[in-house]
């Protein structure tokens, strides 16, 4: 049975139609529009009225293109920005207007869960998702989450309150970024580490379409490796540069040039704080963990 999964998250929706029985996800095809909602959240926290329209209808879009490709049933659920929007409600009823789809909105804890059942694969690992309102740290194996954290940090929420201009700018905005991961860098001295660390999200997917030298999404960036130092050598290279001289750089898709500095601040401190050395890119989501878990409760 062909499943589809539409997720609306800080930066970007996404949808993903597979077949996932047997616990694999058969056939995957891919769809993204980029829809900035946490940007689109006013000083008290509401979503704007442009960006309900803007954000409703790419849902329908990616509504119908799953449905084109032959999705049997469609689920639809909503990350940080919605969790922090004073009128989901009046974003859930646009979109039921348009497509009939109830708007799911989930925890930090199972955005968390379902990043590392996107790609623990049984083993034991250290995930981390990058998004654009929070982040998510998940320790576990086989296929068991033993501890997880969602954090209010991310690209866009930085964005919207940090200047990042320079090299300077972004040393200070990495020593915010490790004040607020301290703590439970902390709780997981008492939990065995994971020989490997895998990174979800649009920051680690970009990170690694500018290892490669070219832009690249999902399949394309799955399994590319990204030291710390490649990470580092990006950001004071961006951080050096224009917005302009940003959206130039093989790689990194102009959409991205202004808040992808503030996610490798997020990307490194969490580096650092986890101990690890390089960082090995899955191009799957929350929304594989999402099918995955369905797929269990057939």
């Not at 001289?245 to 093989?250: C, D, L, S």
Request: charged share 25%; proline share 3%; hydrophobic share 40%.
């Amino acid at each position: 049975m062909k499943r589809a999964a539409i997720a609306i998250g800080s930066n970007s929706t996404r949808m993903l139609v597979a077949d996932a029985r047997g616990g694999v996800l058969r056939d995957p095809v891919r769809g993204r529009e980029e829809t900035r909602l946490f940007l689109g959240l006013d000083g008290a926290g509401r979503i704007s009225p442009e960006k309900i329209e803007s954000n409703a209808q790419a849902v329908l879009r990616l509504h119908r293109e799953a449905l084109s490709h032959g999705a049997q049933s469609v689920d639809l659920f909503a990350t940080s920005a919605v969790r922090d929007a004073a009128n989901s409600s009046v974003f859930a009823a646009r979109i039921r207007e348009l497509t009939g789809l109830d708007m799911r909105v989930i925890s930090g804890r199972e955005e968390a869960r379902l990043a590392f059942m996107a790609v623990s694969n049984g083993e034991r690992r250290m995930v981390i998702d990058i998004g654009g309102g929070s982040s998510e740290w998940t320790l576990g194996e086989n296929n068991r989450v033993e501890w997880s954290v969602s954090m209010q940090i991310g690209a866009s929420r930085l964005l919207k309150n940090q200047r990042l201009e320079s090299p300077e700018d972004a040393a200070r905005v990495q020593i915010l970024c490790k004040e607020v991961m301290g703590l439970y860098g902390r709780q997981l001295q008492s939990f065995a580490p994971a020989p490997a660390l895998i990174g979800l999200g649009g920051t680690c997917t970009t990170a690694a379409a500018i290892t490669l030298g070219r832009e690249a999404h999902g399949e394309e960036v799955e399994g590319v490796t990204v030291e710390k130092q490649a990470a580092i050598d990006q950001l004071i290279m961006l951080s050096s540069m224009t917005l302009e001289e940003r959206k130039q750089v093989p790689g990194l898709p102009p959409s991205r040039a202004a808040h992808y500095p503030l996610g490798l601040c997020i990307l490194i401190s969490s580096m650092d704080v986890l101990g690890f050395q390089q960082l090995t890119v899955s191009g799957k989501t929350n929304m594989d963990g999402y099918l995955l878990n369905l797929a269990k409760e057939d």
